[in-house]
């Protein structure tokens, strides 16, 4: 059997790709690319613009950037359906839903982001969660285990 026949070790065990992890890939994705945009604006309006700590708005454009990385690749692995990139997706919606709560609690323009942001969160957390979604990325809960021989 040559190499190219070999399934990965982390391949789904049958079937296409669900529209719930689709769906759930759309969203994480979504959040990575505005990580990005907000990591790039904050980052150019430090260099740029007259902020109160330039060094700390870089460093803030750069962080966000670099925390894009997270929703993205997992955003990828469900596309692929890799189990692994449930975990990552996952952790990327808990760690979202503080800050839509710190964004609902502002008041100003902020509220409609913090509660896009907690509609998604949340949304994307229920299409993960699913069992369909599970299963299509080969995940077996602890009712699932069968004898390994």
């Given at each position: 059997?040559?190499?190219?026949?070999?399934?990965?070790?982390?391949?789904?065990?049958?079937?296409?790709?669900?529209?719930?992890?689709?769906?759930?890939?759309?969203?994480?994705?979504?959040?990575?690319?505005?990580?990005?945009?907000?990591?790039?604006?904050?980052?150019?309006?430090?260099?740029?613009?007259?902020?109160?700590?330039?060094?700390?708005?870089?460093?803030?454009?750069?962080?966000?950037?670099?925390?894009?990385?997270?929703?993205?690749?997992?955003?990828?692995?469900?596309?692929?359906?890799r189990s692994w990139s449930r975990g990552p997706a996952i952790i990327?919606?808990?760690?979202?839903?503080?800050?839509?709560?710190?964004?609902?609690?502002?008041?100003?323009?902020?509220?409609?982001?913090?509660?896009?942001?907690?509609?998604?969160?949340?949304?994307?957390?229920?299409?993960?969660?699913?069992?369909e979604t599970t299963r299509a990325l080969g995940i077996r809960g602890?009712?699932?285990?069968?004898?390994?021989?």
């Amino acid at each position: 059997m040559s190499s190219a026949q070999t399934p990965a070790p982390d391949a789904p065990e049958t079937g296409p790709r669900p529209r719930r992890l689709t769906a759930a890939a759309a969203l994480a994705a979504l959040e990575g690319l505005a990580l990005v945009v907000a990591g790039v604006y904050m980052a150019v309006r430090g260099l740029t613009g007259h902020p109160d700590d330039r060094q700390q708005a870089v460093t803030g454009g750069v962080t966000l950037i670099a925390l894009a990385l997270l929703p993205l690749l997992a955003a990828r692995g469900l596309l692929k359906q890799r189990s692994w990139s449930r975990g990552p997706a996952i952790i990327t919606q808990i760690m979202a839903l503080p800050v839509a709560w710190t964004l609902l609690q502002a008041d100003s323009l902020a509220i409609p982001g913090g509660i896009a942001l907690a509609v998604v969160a949340v949304g994307a957390l229920f299409l993960l969660l699913n069992p369909e979604t599970t299963r299509a990325l080969g995940i077996r809960g602890p009712g699932d285990m069968q004898d390994q021989k």
